[in-house]
C-alpha cells in the first residue's frame, strides 16, 4: 500500500474530518510544537471538521488547520492576511504561522499562533438572545467596516469558491422557480456564525474563507443559524435590514435555506424555521 492509495490516506478518506482521525494525527501536533517552539496544551483543544486549536505556554492560541491540495488557490491563508488587511475589525492579534505539504496525506497543513481570546464562542444561538443593543452597535460597526474593504480575494464558504453559478445552481436544487438575483458584491467573512464570534467583548474568528462575496452573505449566515432561536432572527434583521432586504441580501438568505433543505428533513431543527422563512422570501418575491 503507498500514500498515494485512498486507504492509506486517513484523511482524505472522512474528507479532512480531524474530528475522526484524531489518534493518527499527533505528529502533526508535534511538528507544530517544534516549529513554533512552543508548548500546546493538548487536553485543552477544540476540535472542528478541519481545524484545531490549543492554548499554549506562551499564553496565546495556536489554530491547525488542514486543507485539501485542490484549495491551494493562490490567495493565501486567510488568517493571516485578514492580521493586516483588515484593520480596525475585531480580529484576534497574528503573530506567526507555518505551512507544509505533508505529501503523505496528500493535504496542506497550516498553524497560526495568535492571541488568545478567553471568552468562549456563543455557539449556541440562543445563548444570543440576551447579547445588549451595544454589542449588536459593535457588531453592525465591524460588517459595515468590513464590506467597504477592497480586496482581491474571493471568498470560500463551506471550502468552496461563491460565484454566480455556485449560488443559482443551489437555489435551483431545491426551488426550482425561484429568482436568485445578484446585483451587489462586498467584502466578508463568509463563515458568520455564533461558533466563531465569542460573547463579551466582540471578537470574530476563524478568517481562514473571507473575501468578496453577493452582499449580505454574513448577514445571511448569522440571520440563518438564529433561526430556531425565538426573536434572533428578527434581532439580525433589524440590524442588517439594509443588506438582508436588498435584493442580493434576499438572495442570500433564500441561499442559506436552499443549502439546509437539500439535505435536511424534520428531525433537523432548522428544517422548519428554514421551510417557512424560504416560502416568505418566495411569496415575497412573487407578490
Known amino acids: 500500500m503507498t500514500a498515494s492509495d485512498p486507504a492509506s490516506d486517513p484523511l482524505a478518506a472522512v474528507r479532512l474530518d480531524l474530528r475522526r482521525v484524531l489518534g493518527d494525527i499527533d505528529d502533526v501536533v508535534d511538528t507544530v510544537e517544534k516549529s513554533l517552539q512552543i508548548y500546546l496544551d493538548r487536553a485543552a483543544r477544540v476540535i472542528k ?4 486549536g490549543f492554548p499554549s505556554d506562551r499564553g496565546t492560541w495556536v489554530r491547525i488547520e488542514c486543507r ?4 491551494l488557490d493562490g490567495q493565501g491563508w486567510g488568517l ?31 498553524a497560526d499562533e495568535t492571541q488568545l481570546i478567553e471568552q468562549k464562542p456563543i455557539g449556541r444561538a440562543a445563548y444570543a438572545t440576551a447579547l445588549p443593543d451595544s454589542w449588536w452597535d459593535k457588531l ?4 459595515d467596516k468590513l464590506a467597504t474593504t477592497n480586496t482581491t480575494r474571493l471568498a470560500t464558504p463551506d ?24 446585483e451587489e458584491w462586498t467584502t466578508a467573512h463568509a463563515d458568520l456564525n455564533w461558533a466563531n464570534i465569542p460573547g463579551g467583548q466582540l471578537w470574530i474568528l476563524d ?11 454574513d448577514a445571511a449566515n448569522l440571520w440563518f443559524s438564529s433561526l430556531a432561536a425565538p426573536g434572533l432572527a428578527e434581532t439580525v434583521l433589524k440590524h442588517r435590514r ?10 442570500m438568505r433564500l441561499l442559506k435555506c436552499a443549502e439546509l433543505l437539500a439535505w435536511a428533513d424534520a428531525g433537523e431543527p432548522l ?17
Do not use: C, N
Open 207 to 217: 478568517w481562514e474563507d473571507w473575501g468578496r462575496a453577493p452582499r449580505g452573505l
Open 242 to 251: 439594509s443588506d438582508l432586504e436588498s435584493p442580493t441580501g434576499r438572495t
Open 159 to 182: 471550502l468552496a469558491p461563491i460565484s454566480h453559478r455556485r449560488v443559482h445552481a443551489a437555489i435551483a436544487d431545491v426551488f426550482p422557480e425561484a429568482a436568485a438575483t445578484i
Open 49 to 52: 471538521r478541519r481545524s484545531m
Open 271 to 287: 428544517y422548519s424555521p428554514a421551510k417557512q422563512a424560504a416560502q416568505q422570501l418566495l411569496d415575497a418575491a412573487a407578490a
Open 68 to 71: 485539501g491540495l485542490e484549495r
Open 140 to 143: 453592525d460597526t465591524a460588517l
Open 80 to 110: 493571516e492576511t485578514a492580521a493586516f488587511a483588515l484593520p480596525g475589525i475585531p480580529i484576534p492579534r497574528w503573530y506567526a504561522g507555518i505551512s507544509w505539504h505533508d505529501q503523505d496525506r496528500r493535504v496542506m497543513w497550516r
